[in-house]
């Protein structure tokens, strides 16, 4: 292992000869598409303005990515570059290095999203957003290129996984009662949580998206699709304000991590991050007549 870091480590020197305060501005624009923030942003957009069902599967598979990403960070414990050799760091992250969640949440998210885009662009997007997000972060120095070929690899199997199997689970949660998948995703955070109880926010929001989808069944149903570009545009401005107030609202009046309950409560605040995207801004969508309601079946609940 240590013979692949140094290896590494003169990877990234190598690549930041080539450094330049354009190119360096333009590699930290582009490792933000790999951030926590925008997938805050860009999951609900699918959610809310183009189909409720492919929000949710891609949501599911993101959101499980991440939390397997982050155990295995704290697992491996493996140092960052710039933990190696100081000079190269030209960001800094709290976290350890492999695998790089950088990769690994793009390599899922585009790898997911693609097949449901107009080809070749969906191919283009599953390809080269993921390689460019991972360059960016050796080009920065906070992960070796082993670490961010870890997490195209395993961003890719969850992209292959959804190919795979989407279609037979979401059957699947067709066909069995709500109460059930709620049940599921409660066991399936405290096992999360379990395993890495440094980090309860991933698992708060998927617990918190699969009670808010179901409960939206029969409480919120609406038609991501239906609207003009209007619609959708206030749809997403509403959204994402109400996001960005439970988000950052949330964070900035509960207790922070020098709190012995801080875990709990940021299970609780992406708990609810996860609902309000699931069920609270549709439940408003509908309420102001900014989207139209499903007059398909509602599951079982």
């Known amino acids: 292992m240590d013979e692949i870091l140094a290896w590494g480590l003169e990877v990234v020197r190598s690549v930041q000869t080539l450094a330049s305060p354009a190119l360096t501005a333009a590699v930290r624009l582009l490792s933000v598409l790999g951030t926590e923030y925008f997938f805050l942003f860009a999951l609900p957009v699918v959610y809310w303005c183009v189909d409720h069902r492919k929000g949710i599967r ?16 704290v697992f491996f414990r493996q140092p960052r570059p710039y933990d190696l050799n100081p000079s190269v760091g030209m960001a800094r992250e709290t976290s350890c290095g492999l695998p790089s969640g950088h990769a690994q949440s793009s390599a899922t998210f585009w790898g997911v999203l693609a097949p449901w885009i107009r ?3 969906g191919l283009v997007l599953a390809l080269v957003l993921p390689f460019l997000i991972g360059l960016s972060r050796i ?41 059930l998948w709620i049940a599921a995703a409660a066991a399936a955070a405290l096992g999360m949580n379990a395993l890495n109880p440094g980090e309860t926010g991933l698992p708060g929001a998927l617990f918190g998206m699969v009670v808010g989808a179901v409960l939206a069944s029969s409480r919120a149903r609406f038609d991501a699709a239906s ?31 020098s709190s012995a309950n801080y875990s709990l409560f940021r299970f609780l605040r992406y708990g609810i991050l996860g609902a309000w995207v699931s069920l609270g801004a549709p439940w408003l969508f509908l309420r102001l007549r900014l989207a139209e309601e499903r007059t398909a079946a509602t599951p079982r609940t």
């Not at 670490?147 to 037979?168: E, T």
């Not at 304000?241 to 509960?254: D, I, P, S, T």
């Open 119 to 121: 080809r070749p662009w």
């Open 227 to 257: 609207g003009r570009v209007r619609e959708k545009a206030l749809r997403l401005a509403l959204g994402t304000a109400g996001a960005g107030l439970v988000y950052f609202g949330l964070k900035a009046v509960l207790p922070g991590e």
């Open 139 to 179: 080009y920065l120095g906070v992960h070796f290129p082993s670490d961010v070929l870890v997490g195209w690899i395993l961003g890719s199997l969850f992209a292959a996984s959804h190919a795979v199997w989407g279609n037979a689970l979401e059957s699947l949660v067709d066909r069995l009662p709500g109460r």
């Open 58 to 73: 891609l949501g599911t598979f993101f959101l499980v990515s991440a939390v397997l990403n982050s155990w295995l960070k």
